[in-house]
């Protein structure tokens, strides 16, 4: 048996394992949205273990990709497939013409970039896998500019550890306001080769349910990592301070930050 394989299958049973139980909805695992719950810290336990194992055994290794021959369906959509709030909306009904990206933090070169700015970069196409925690998988063709060549133009600064992704699409309101979807990972998996920024789906332009007009493609981690209706990156050193500072969406609701496979 090959390290590549043995690693794989025990990254997928210390991780997907227990995000599948943590990510399924079961009901019997609502309770994990309170921190103080036994059964949450084991999990906890566990996503951690699972991120020091993939950092020492991975380091940059890539995801398995496949040709269009494996490609047997349509993407199917995760998460939201087409948001509500009203300034999405617009931008949609224009194409995306007003739509921007802004990366910011701690870097020395804050950018502003349209959609045509980063389609004119050298892109990188790459067919892969999304797993999803729901059980599905399917291969695709996705498009994009590496995040790796965005970050050597905003030059991030010695503090960065993080890139933290802010969406378009409303999760829920509250009292306190909308709240939007946001997730991060750290400098590693900003820089992998494979983590691009995509706009190209199946050699077509990206649609709304999956993402458009930009989403992030994190190939060694489980769908819901791969934030869509991307408009900012900030580079931070903490996660504290954002959302209710456990790094994303689903992890400020007791779910796994790192979702490694």
């Known amino acids: 048996m090959t390290l590549d394989l043995s690693r794989r299958r025990f990254l997928t049973g210390a991780g997907l394992g227990a995000s599948a139980l943590a990510l399924s909805g079961c009901k019997v695992l609502d309770s994990l949205t309170n921190y103080d719950n036994p059964l949450r810290n084991v999990m906890e336990a566990a996503n951690g273990l699972t991120y020091r194992t993939q950092r020492m055994l991975s380091g ?3 995801a398995p990709e496949y040709t ?3 490609i047997r369906q349509g993407q199917k959509p995760n998460g939201t497939v087409n948001p509500s709030d009203a300034d999405y909306q ?3 009904a224009n194409g995306f013409a007003d739509w921007r990206l802004n990366i910011t933090g701690a870097v020395e070169r804050p950018l502003t970039l349209t959609l045509a700015d980063l389609q004119a970069r050298p892109s990188r ?3 892969t896998r999304l797993d999803c925690v729901e059980g599905w998988s399917c291969i695709a063709e996705w498009t994009g500019v590496p995040l790796s060549a965005i970050l050597a133009e905003a030059r991030p600064t010695a503090a960065a550890r993080f890139a933290i992704f802010y969406c378009m699409d409303t999760r829920e309101k509250t009292l306190s306001g909308a709240v939007k979807y946001h ?3 750290d400098m590693v998996d900003a820089y992998h080769p494979q983590t691009i920024l ?3 789906l199946n050699g077509k332009p990206l649609p709304v349910a999956n993402g458009a007009p930009l989403r ?3 190939e060694r981690q489980l769908g819901y990592k791969m934030a869509k209706y991307v408009h900012t990156i900030e580079l931070a050193s903490v996660l504290t301070g954002y959302g209710k500072g456990h790094g994303s969406y689903w992890a400020d609701r007791g779910y796994e930050w790192y979702a490694g496979i």
């Open 68 to 70: 269009r021959a494996d």
């Open 60 to 62: 940059d290794a890539l």
């Open 90 to 92: 617009a931008m949609a």
């Open 216 to 218: 992030v493609r994190v």
């Open 125 to 127: 196409t790459q067919i």
């Open 183 to 185: 997730e991060s990972i």
């Open 198 to 200: 995509a706009y190209g």
